[in-house]
């Protein structure tokens, strides 16, 4: 990891009217994939429309590739942007359109026609790169939405929710070529998801924000560790296995038929057998069990008062 | 054969992988200079299918055509019954062609003039403009320039036909040149004027909908039921007032330039009571009705974010 952040937010905050998208936010990203994590409003666009220099902050600072970003035209020849939404010309191949695109970028003419060449084979389209785009199927459609983001070789690439409306193959082929990106291209990413399998296939590192807050910054391995939990069910006697587990020092949680309890690494399981042995309770399920987003989110807003 | 002299000539493929790019990354100007050229690209259905062709260059050739059919009827009289006949006649001629082709031009501006802003927007390719090193207000400023560089194009061609054929069916044609280069000038000024105005109208009116066709029916709507609206207004108002009625005919607003340029009246605004307003009036009003929607178009454009 390099010393200097590639991107920085310092007491960020944006506000619109009475609505506060960003609320006193601040974390660095550093060379990798990193994974922006939140459910819809989380403040994620903003965050990213911010470093992209689109929108002024309120107050606090912004800075990408160690420029302000609200003075950052001249940077955006290095950052790439993949969004969301819709965004291809239905009319033009693919091979005009990222020309077009690296050439939007500052590359010159004849350089900008070998890069989109390139791109179009790295990201799979090639033998299609001749035909209207508005041809394509989602799953092309998103690969091209990418090859426009990374044609022009930027330093720090943006990808708003990149796996939106693909079906499990293309979500796959997706993720690899996002690791891609990084492992072979050698560009840092920005990974905008609500969708934590996506983050924790593709990430080093992750930001949760809930409500334009920051809620955890920090390893992945980590923060998938924090969310594992071990859900367990009995035929009967379930209250005085909680009962053995609760001497053990091990919270039970009730959920559906059974009880949940945290398991973040493998003793606990050795805990449980011992628990089951000493409440006389038949094991009907023992399995491993994650937080849903929400759930964790939920969780994380009680403990932090919603701040971290 | 030797299976040592088959393997030297064989070839071996290498994946060289992907490949930075270290070179030269220039700045803004040169990303405006590439949406402006590929804004022409756009104007012209170059690169695009037939069908994407097909209207564009219907509208250059049919203003080709006015210029053509003006010089061989100009040219045919004075060649077959005297030089100096066609003007005797008062045949029209250059300072009448922007007057008679205009109703063509202003459908050309409201038809093809949509095709560089509306699909951007309603593909949502606008936002892959915005994240790269140019501003909204270069976006929408280098598409202006792309589609008035077309409007200039298709205004000065039969200007610039109905030149040559004037020229060559005189009997010296030195002479002809001698005698009437002005009307070079004045013809690429006066087509400057209505391709700026008709540029900046259909550019305001395509930037407020994602759908090309509503702002083609819109504009030749606006157009077309102007004229004979103010018109007919005009006509129950004799003073002051009918004459700035009459200013309202969108069709008429640059022609009335066109006429000073070259100081004469056109056949379309021969009857038009603006023409008894005073010049500096009609030059300022169409240089207002150029410049304010311009104004607003760049605003509109200049603080746009995905």
Not at chain 1, 201 to 213: A, H, K, L, Y
Not at chain 1, 249 to 261: K, R
Not at chain 2, 8 to 21: E, K, L, N, P, W
Not at chain 2, 180 to 203: C, E, H, K, Q
Request: aromatic letters at 8%; glycine letters at 10%; charged letters at 20%.
């Amino acid at each position: 990891m390099s010393a200097t952040p590639l991107l920085s937010a310092q007491r960020l905050s944006k506000h619109y009217g009475r609505v506060v998208a960003l609320d006193d936010v601040s974390f660095d990203i550093h060379d990798g994939v990193t994974g922006i994590l939140g459910e819809n409003g989380a403040g994620k666009s903003t965050a990213i429309k911010i470093f992209l220099g689109l929108l002024k902050q309120t107050s606090g600072t912004a800075t990408v590739l160690g420029h302000d970003a609200s003075v950052s035209d001249g940077v955006r020849s290095r950052l790439g942007y993949m969004p969301e939404h819709d965004c291809l010309p239905g009319a033009m191949n693919a091979a005009e359109f990222l020309t077009h695109m690296a050439e939007v970028s500052g590359l010159p003419k004849d350089v900008a026609r070998t890069r989109a060449a390139d791109t179009l084979r790295h990201t799979g389209l090639f033998e299609e790169r001749y035909r209207a785009i508005g041809g394509y199927s989602t799953g092309m459609k998103q690969r091209v939405k990418l090859a426009q983001a990374i044609v022009h070789d930027p330093a720090f690439v943006f990808l708003d929710e990149p796996t939106a409306g693909l079906d499990p193959m293309g979500r796959e082929e997706m993720l690899d070529l996002i690791r891609k990106t990084h492992r072979e291209f050698g560009i840092s990413v920005l990974l905008s998801s609500h969708l934590m399998s996506d983050v924790e296939r593709t990430c080093d590192r992750i930001i949760v924000m809930r409500g334009g807050q920051l809620v955890h910054a920090g390893e992945v391995g980590q923060f998938t560790t924090e969310m594992e939990t071990v859900f367990i069910e009995v035929d009967t006697n379930q209250r005085e296995l909680v009962a053995a587990l609760g001497r053990r020092g091990i919270a039970a949680v009730a959920e559906g038929s059974g009880f949940t309890i945290e398991g973040p690494d493998e003793s606990v399981y050795d805990q449980v057998r011992d628990a089951v042995v000493e409440a006389e309770a038949p094991l009907r399920r023992l399995a491993p069990h994650r937080h849903a987003l929400a759930e964790l989110f939920a969780r994380d807003g009680e403990s932090k008062g919603g701040k971290s | 054969m030797s299976t040592d002299g088959h393997a030297a000539r064989g070839g071996t493929v290498f994946d060289i992988g992907y490949q930075g790019y270290n070179g030269e990354r220039r700045g803004r100007h040169y990303a405006r200079d590439a949406v402006y050229q590929n804004g022409i690209r756009s104007a012209l259905g170059l690169g695009r299918s037939t069908r994407a062709k097909a209207l564009p260059w219907f509208f250059i050739i049919a203003l080709s055509a006015i210029g053509l059919i003006m010089a061989l009827i100009a040219g045919g009289v004075n060649r077959y019954i005297g030089a100096g006949t066609a003007q005797a006649l008062n045949l029209p001629s250059h300072s009448d062609l922007y007057g008679i082709a205009s109703i063509i031009m202003f459908a050309f501006g409201a038809v093809v003039a949509p095709e560089l802003l509306c699909p951007d927007r309603r593909d949502g390719t606008i936002n892959l403009y915005l994240v790269r090193p140019i501003t909204g207000g270069d976006y929408i400023l280098a598409r202006w320039a792309s589609f008035l560089t077309v409007m200039l194009v298709a205004a000065w061609m039969p200007q610039v036909i109905l030149f040559l054929g004037l020229c060559l069916s005189d009997a010296d044609p030195m002479k002809y040149v001698q005698t009437n280069w002005r009307d070079i000038p004045r013809f690429l000024l006066a087509g400057l004027v209505i391709s700026a105005y008709v540029t900046t109208l259909a550019m305001l009116v395509a930037s407020f909908t994602t759908r090309r066709a509503y702002a083609a029916v819109f504009l030749i709507g606006l157009f077309v039921i102007s004229t004979p609206f103010t018109v007919g207004l005009a006509s129950e108002m004799k003073n002051v007032t009918g004459q700035w009625i009459s200013m309202f005919s969108l069709s008429n607003i640059p022609v009335h330039v066109n006429d000073l340029i070259f100081d004469d009246v056109s056949k379309i605004t021969e009857d038009s009571p603006a023409r008894r307003l005073a010049p500096w009036i009609r030059v300022a009003w169409c240089a207002g009705w150029t410049a304010v929607p311009g104004a607003i178009l760049w605003q509109r454009y200049r603080r746009m974010t995905p």
